[in-house]
């Protein structure tokens, strides 16, 4: 039983890795939009900005990277990597943000800084729909039988024999023949069951 539950847990794992193995196929787009909030001044601005094109926002110099969306016929899903930095009192840029942004929730993962914020709002001029690979799921290894070679190792709870010594043999069973004082085991006796009554259907 403990081997059934067990296969059945390596195949269920087997297809949810499987479905998050595959992926949809997404558009490559060459401009981002944002939309940027100063939480001082309470204004919000929103911006262009094209793939690897770095821009100025407040004190922020940001770099979109990449900008994905579905095709029509899917879930819309709109993400986009962007890298920000903020030069330091020594004058070099420090990293304060890199990942990716989610137009449909921008509160995830989203760049937290005590003066400004920044979140995605779309992705627009690509045409081209990139087509993921859709990766076949792996094989699973064959569930070993439980009888093992006499050199493998045993595993917790097994019972083992110990090391270099054999199984004993369980001792043969020997009967006695009958004398011939001893009453002889009686047979059974087998009856005929009686015929089926002949109904005759004549009159």
């Known amino acids: 039983m403990k081997l059934g539950w067990t296969r059945a847990a390596v195949v269920l794992a087997g297809v949810i890795g499987a479905a998050g193995a595959v992926q949809a196929d997404r558009i ?7 939309s940027g909030l100063d939480k001082i001044t309470g204004r919000i601005v929103s911006f262009e900005v094209g793939i690897d094109e770095t821009v100025q926002f407040g004190a922020l110099q940001m770099t979109p990277r990449v900008c994905f969306t579905k095709p029509p016929t899917e879930t819309p899903n ?13 004058g070099k840029n420090k990293r304060v943000f890199s990942g990716w942004l989610f137009a449909a929730s921008p509160g995830l993962h989203g760049l937290e800084h005590p003066v400004y914020d920044i979140w995605l709002v779309d992705c627009k001029g690509g045409t081209e729909v990139i087509a993921e690979p859709k990766e076949t799921p792996e094989e699973l290894p064959p569930i070993q039988d439980s009888a093992r070679a ?3 190792a045993g595993r917790p ?16 069973v020997q009967t006695a023949p009958l004398r011939q004082s001893e009453p002889q085991p009686r047979q059974p006796v087998r009856r005929q069951a009686p015929a089926a009554p002949i109904i005759n259907t004549d009159r």
């Open 78 to 90: 709109t993400t986009s990597f962007i890298e920000v930095d903020e030069p330091g009192p020594d």
């Open 150 to 152: 006499p050199n493998d």
């Open 157 to 172: 709870g097994d019972i083992m024999a110990p090391a270099g010594a054999t199984a004993p043999r369980p001792p043969a």
């Open 28 to 34: 490559k787009n060459p401009t981002a939009v944002f």
